[in-house]
């Protein structure tokens, strides 16, 4: 009897291990290549997204296996209790018509305020939502497990009160958003009232789908983010940050939906992030060690650190690496864009090992950057300097495949080429274009700099 009173309570705990191991999905996304090759989405709205779906299966597949491996090895817990709270006890509905807010909140205050590591779970449905704002801190350590279907409401009269976020995680510090789900932005109505595409419309910022404001030690994997108001995902006064398995994704014509965003951000690693959007990776002021590996873009506007300097501002980005990407089809490559009259720097930047495809200006740095229809005088800009281009490869969809517009006052410092080679689609030659730029050459590099 003594040893039963001991035994029975061990193996009362063991078996709650095993089922919270096992509440997760076995394979968070296994839908994903059905969803994209079915109704879901349009062919012609989404063209890149699914040709490399379809010649990418092996992508895929190794995306799914990491991510059950992931969920199955996930160890972010103590394991001695965790607090389950799912969205339909509170009265979510997920019928895609109802709304769906209250529930929301009423689940995040209590996952919050869990005196244990918490789930929050959003099951295989769909949920109309109006902007929210998950505010933390929160007690302990806390999971948001998305496996259905988020969307913003269409309704621009929502969001008076807040016009530039839809969903917020604002000082949240031991966070992961994981699950295999969607985040459906909405945005068509956002699009169809912008100025770019109705110049008769006043121009006006439109909300971000999904945004991490003040996150610390924070993991966001496995999700879709598609169709957003403005920016898809954005990173703002965030530090130590893993995102990895995002697939971003609208239409050609939308405007201003940029991928991924960075901004007042350190020790953030973008890894197998699939971007279709404005620009794929955009970072700007503040942000420090940025790595980024595994990403696929196009179309879109490419990887852009900046801009930087607007309206004279003094913007500093520092150790920013790029290691391993693929573009096909956008409008730049890589790309550094400074305002003229800013100050400041953008310094030890890495970009290696990158297919370009078809790409109008593969590798550019613009610092003389001004929006006014006569040319900007040439003042003040912010300092680029100690940049690496590192085995990038591919194609050029016009004459000039390295551009570096650099500042007369401030020119570009210690910039370095290692084999590159770039040729113009066709097989014709590219050319380089360079003015103000201290440059060093290693190994073969084609097009040809000419000082």
Not at 69 to 89: G, M
Not at 271 to 276: A, K, M, P, Q, R
Request: aromatic share 8%.
């Amino acid at each position: 009897m003594a040893l039963q009173k001991y035994l029975i309570p061990f193996f009362i705990i063991i078996i709650n291990i095993i089922s919270f191991n096992y509440s997760f999905p076995e394979n968070p996304l296994e839908n994903f290549v059905d969803e994209a090759s079915g109704t879901g989405y349009d062919s012609q709205a989404y063209p890149s997204y699914l040709r490399m779906i379809g010649d990418g299966n092996d992508i895929f597949e190794d995306l799914i296996k990491q991510s059950r491996d992931d969920v199955s090895s996930l160890k972010i817990f103590d394991q001695a209790a965790v607090s389950t709270v799912n969205v339909s006890d509170f009265g979510a509905e997920g019928d895609g018509e109802t709304d769906d807010t209250e529930a929301f909140e009423k689940a995040w205050m209590v996952a919050c305020s869990s005196d244990t590591a918490a789930v929050l779970v959003v099951p295989q449905k769909i949920y109309w939502l109006k902007p929210i704002r998950f505010s933390g801190p929160c007690e302990s350590q806390l999971t948001v497990q998305i496996l259905g279907t988020l969307e913003a409401s269409d309704d621009r009269s929502d969001f008076s009160k807040d016009g530039g976020h839809w969903l917020i995680f604002d000082s949240v510090r031991n966070l992961l958003v994981d699950g295999g789900g969607a985040i459906n932005g909405n945005g068509k109505q956002w699009w169809q009232n912008s100025c770019k595409i109705d110049q008769s419309k006043p121009c006006r910022d439109a909300p971000t789908a999904l945004t991490f404001y003040k996150c610390k030690d924070l993991i966001v994997k496995n999700l879709k983010i598609q169709d957003a108001q403005q920016i898809h995902v954005s990173f703002q006064k965030c530090k130590n940050v893993q995102a990895s398995n995002l697939s971003i994704t609208a239409p050609e014509k939308s405007p201003n939906t940029d991928g991924i965003h960075v901004t007042n951000t350190q020790n953030i690693h973008h890894n197998l992030c699939y971007s279709h959007r404005d620009d794929c990776i955009s970072i700007v002021s503040g942000s420090e060690n940025v790595q980024a590996s595994n990403i696929t873009c196009g179309p879109g506007h490419g990887i852009s650190i900046g801009s930087l300097g607007a309206g004279n501002s003094e913007a500093i980005v520092s150790e920013v690496t790029v290691n391993g990407a693929k573009l096909m089809g956008t409008t730049n490559g890589v790309r550094i864009k400074t305002w003229q009259g800013g100050s400041g720097s953008a310094s030890n930047i890495t970009f290696e090992n990158i297919e370009m495809h078809n790409v109008p200006t593969p590798i550019i740095i613009d610092q003389n950057y001004c929006d006014r229809k006569k040319h900007c005088k040439n003042r003040s800009a912010v300092q680029v300097e100690n940049v690496v281009y590192k085995n990038i490869k591919g194609t050029s969809a016009s004459d000039v495949a390295l551009k570096f517009d650099c500042s007369k006052s401030f020119p570009c410092l210690g910039i370095v080429l290692q084999d590159i080679k770039l040729e113009r689609q066709g097989g014709k030659t590219a050319k380089a274009l360079c003015n103000n730029i201290d440059f060093t050459i290693i190994g073969v590099v084609s097009p040809i700099l000419y000082s």
